[in-house]
């Protein structure tokens, strides 16, 4: 079994796959209908939903409600860095990745707890 601490991470990235692909996938079929990448899109975020809350049930009797956001926004971003790399071809510049150092620094205090 997985690790009741490790098991939200799991399920948030993978829910995030899911919502990534729903969100930005159908940008590299602008030929489609709009109202048809909408429909799709609604079916990938199905399962989105279906990993993301049970990830926050679970997930809330190891981490708080913020500590949950703040980790589903890391691994949201860290995703969608991926995905748009290998999928869309774009390229992740020095100030993306200031961006999500900055991101990572707020984090940290997130986790840190009180000062």
Known sequence: MIPPSVLPIVLLTMSNVFMTFAWYGHLKFTNK??????IVSWGIAFFEYCLAVPANRYGVSVY?????????EVITLSVFA???????????????????????????F?????L
């Not at 991926?82 to 999928?87: A, D, H, M, N, T």
Request: charged fraction near 10%; proline fraction near 6%.
């Open 33 to 38: 209908p709009l109202w048809l990448v909408v």
């Open 64 to 72: 708080s409600p913020a500590e949950l956001k703040t980790m589903q």
């Open 82 to 108: 991926v995905f748009s790399v290998f999928y869309l071809g774009e390229a992740l510049t020095i100030n993306h990745g200031i961006g999500f150092a900055l991101i990572a620094c707020g984090a940290f």
């Open 110 to 114: 997130i986790f840190k707890g009180p």
